[in-house]
């Protein structure tokens, strides 16, 4: 019952945070928060199980119990864990915490409102990551909304209501289009099923029972639901062309938001495509692998591009978003261990390093009120370790060795490379590789035009050291980001083990 222990924490927590006095608010979110950080370290230390959830593997923290019966579908409450689930938990847990104390400066309005529906947001994306019946899992996925819709429109910038209805209506299309594919797979099994719960869909698929539905074959129901369920779930990640309400939101959320939102919302987009697409349906991503790849390398070197262009830092980061997750889903379709389980580890890391450098500008423009790169110079004279973190992160989204972005990116270079589902492997490899390149003009551009040289800024304000609560947040992610690069078993020992079998799934294609 751990996993229902952090969601209940969050959601109580989120209650008496919202009726609680706003000079309290901040505080108490805090240390309500950290109670979620500790129970999921502690599920990492003890966690026992084996293999992939959804292909019979030994589910960790597991809670099973009847629920619903929908004619002659059981929606049963299901949660559980594997290797692939537990480092995305504990990432949203880590972040959450590390986004609320980073909230302390910028947020001086409505203060108790905002904490709760952070800490409702995060006991949605603990039930995304650990359910494991589909209508369960899409009350999660759905509920997620509603705290990032009210921290943009609310708490945004002078665009904030445009940002807010953007991102809410791209999404929730996608979660139509991707809910009514994975039924017409529910469907199309028949009888060869008995619940909605992602395992007994995942295993009958597996077993080749799917049936046809009204005048669609079984095969061509497969390859429709699986474009409806990838379409669905690259709009949430987002990749290229599903990708212009990411920067709309970014640029006008405020900065606690758009750590999580960059840092752990867009991952629900690639972990539902890894569980549903790529473990469910693997022979068509198999038939459709040459499009796929092709998207993600657009993806990569678009997304590179685009930030090349921008002059205001958020944008900067987030299309380089738009760019990593691109990466993501190279991995996943080359069919390996290194490509699957790299792209698995890319999302931790990208969550890391994405969030840094959201919390790093934030602090930048809370002393200059200017994220405009043409508008700050030698900012590394007056504010030294924001500088330095800056700096840091940038170097991690370039893959420097020994940080988390350098294991991710070469474990799915190396898994990409080697793949036999993937036509022309080396040759997509070898484009997404010169993606970096990109990455580091942009990222080296901006640094040298904000960050050194003569001091100037275009504004009044007078530049003052952070806080120590903005820096808090800064230097722990640093510390994570450099031990998942040293040490990347961490995760990646367990992510693997759940891992192995989605590979052998698809390598009978």
């Given at each position: 019952?751990?996993?229902?222990?952090?969601?209940?924490?969050?959601?109580?927590?989120?209650?008496?945070?919202?009726?609680?006095?706003?000079?309290?608010?901040?505080?108490?979110?805090?240390?309500?928060?950290?109670?979620?950080?500790?129970?999921?370290?502690?599920?990492?230390?003890?966690?026992?199980?084996?293999?992939?959830?959804?292909?019979?593997?030994?589910?960790?923290?597991?809670?099973?119990?009847?629920?619903?019966?929908?004619?002659?579908?059981?929606?049963?409450?299901?949660?559980?864990?594997?290797?692939?689930?537990?480092?995305?938990?504990?990432?949203?847990?880590?972040?959450?915490?590390?986004?609320?104390?980073?909230?302390?400066?910028?947020?001086?309005?409505?203060?108790?409102?905002?904490?709760?529906?952070?800490?409702?947001?995060?006991?949605?994306?603990?039930?995304?990551?650990?359910?494991?019946?589909?209508?369960?899992?899409?009350?999660?996925?759905?509920?997620?909304?509603?705290?990032?819709?009210?921290?943009?429109?609310?708490?945004?910038?002078?665009?904030?209501?445009?940002?807010?209805?953007?991102?809410?209506?791209?999404?929730?299309?996608?979660?139509?289009?991707?809910?009514?594919?994975?039924?017409?797979?529910?469907?199309?099994?028949?009888?060869?099923?008995?619940?909605?719960?992602?395992?007994?869909?995942?295993?009958?698929?597996?077993?080749?029972?799917?049936?046809?539905?009204?005048?669609?074959?079984?095969?061509?129901?497969?390859?429709?639901?699986?474009?409806?369920?990838?379409?669905?779930?690259?709009?949430?990640?987002?990749?290229?062309?599903?990708?212009?309400?990411?920067?709309?939101?970014?640029?006008?959320?405020?900065?606690?938001?758009?750590?999580?939102?960059?840092?752990?919302?867009?991952?629900?987009?690639?972990?539902?495509?890894?569980?549903?697409?790529?473990?469910?349906?693997?022979?068509?991503?198999?038939?459709?692998?040459?499009?796929?790849?092709?998207?993600?390398?657009?993806?990569?070197?678009?997304?590179?591009?685009?930030?090349?262009?921008?002059?205001?830092?958020?944008?900067?980061?987030?299309?380089?978003?738009?760019?990593?997750?691109?990466?993501?889903?190279?991995?996943?379709?080359?069919?390996t261990i290194y490509g699957v389980g790299g792209a698995t580890f890319q999302m931790i890391a990208h969550g890391l390093i994405s969030g840094l450098l959201f919390m790093t500008v934030g602090v930048?423009?809370?002393?200059?009120?200017?994220?405009?790169?043409?508008?700050?110079?030698?900012?590394?004279?007056?504010?030294?370790?924001?500088?330095?973190?800056?700096?840091?992160?940038?170097?991690?989204?370039?893959?420097?060795?020994?940080?988390?972005?350098?294991?991710?990116?070469?474990?799915?270079?190396?898994?990409?490379?080697?793949?036999?589902?993937?036509?022309?492997?080396?040759?997509?490899?070898?484009?997404?590789?010169?993606?970096?390149?990109?990455?580091?003009?942009?990222?080296?551009?901006?640094?040298?035009?904000?960050?050194?040289?003569?001091?100037?800024?275009?504004?009044?304000?007078?530049?003052?050291?952070?806080?120590?609560?903005?820096?808090?947040?800064?230097?722990?992610?640093?510390?994570?980001?450099?031990?998942?690069?040293?040490?990347?078993?961490?995760?990646?020992?367990?992510?693997?083990?759940?891992?192995?079998?989605?590979?052998?799934?698809?390598?009978?294609?």
């Amino acid at each position: 019952m751990l996993v229902e222990a952090i969601i209940l924490l969050c959601l109580v927590g989120a209650a008496v945070v919202f009726v609680a006095p706003d000079r309290y608010a901040h505080k108490l979110a805090f240390g309500v928060s950290l109670a979620p950080v500790v129970i999921s370290a502690y599920m990492y230390s003890a966690f026992d199980g084996s293999g992939n959830a959804l292909l019979g593997g030994d589910i960790a923290y597991e809670t099973y119990f009847e629920w619903l019966q929908l004619g002659p579908y059981a929606v049963n409450y299901h949660m559980g864990l594997d290797g692939i689930s537990l480092p995305l938990v504990v990432l949203s847990t880590v972040l959450t915490t590390l986004a609320i104390l980073s909230a302390w400066t910028p947020i001086d309005d409505r203060q108790s409102q905002f904490y709760g529906l952070m800490l409702f947001m995060e006991a949605s994306l603990v039930g995304v990551f650990a359910a494991l019946d589909f209508l369960l899992w899409f009350v999660f996925w759905e509920a997620v909304l509603i705290p990032m819709y009210f921290l943009i429109g609310v708490w945004g910038g002078p665009r904030r209501k445009y940002a807010a209805i953007k991102f809410f209506v791209y999404t929730n299309i996608a979660s139509l289009v991707m809910f009514i594919g994975y039924l017409g797979l529910v469907f199309g099994l028949g009888g060869s099923v008995s619940s909605t719960g992602l395992p007994e869909v995942a295993q009958a698929l597996r077993a080749g029972q799917l049936g046809g539905l009204g005048p669609l074959g079984p095969d061509q129901l497969a390859l429709l639901a699986f474009l409806a369920m990838f379409v669905g779930f690259a709009v949430k990640v987002p990749i290229v062309p599903f990708h212009t309400w990411l920067p709309d939101a970014h640029v006008e959320a405020p900065t606690p938001a758009s750590v999580m939102l960059a840092g752990v919302l867009l991952k629900m987009g690639t972990y539902a495509l890894l569980r549903f697409n790529f473990t469910m349906l693997p022979e068509q991503a198999a038939m459709l692998a040459v499009p796929i790849a092709a998207v993600a390398v657009l993806s990569i070197i678009y997304g590179a591009l685009l930030a090349l262009a921008q002059q205001d830092l958020k944008r900067i980061v987030a299309y380089s978003s738009v760019s990593s997750m691109g990466y993501v889903i190279l991995g996943l379709i080359a069919y390996t261990i290194y490509g699957v389980g790299g792209a698995t580890f890319q999302m931790i890391a990208h969550g890391l390093i994405s969030g840094l450098l959201f919390m790093t500008v934030g602090v930048i423009y809370n002393a200059t009120h200017t994220r405009m790169v043409g508008d700050m110079s030698g900012m590394a004279d007056r504010m030294p370790v924001t500088a330095g973190v800056f700096v840091a992160g940038a170097f991690a989204y370039m893959g420097l060795p020994l940080m988390a972005g350098f294991a991710a990116e070469l474990f799915i270079f190396l898994g990409a490379f080697e793949s036999t589902v993937l036509p022309a492997a080396p040759l997509f490899t070898a484009i997404a590789m010169f993606g970096i390149v990109i990455v580091a003009g942009y990222l080296l551009w901006a640094m040298q035009r904000s960050l050194f040289g003569p001091f100037r800024l275009e504004t009044d304000y007078e530049i003052t050291r952070a806080p120590i609560h903005d820096v808090v947040p800064l230097i722990a992610l640093v510390v994570l980001i450099i031990l998942l690069g040293t040490a990347p078993e961490v995760f990646f020992e367990m992510i693997r083990d759940a891992t192995v079998d989605v590979i052998e799934f698809g390598g009978d294609i």
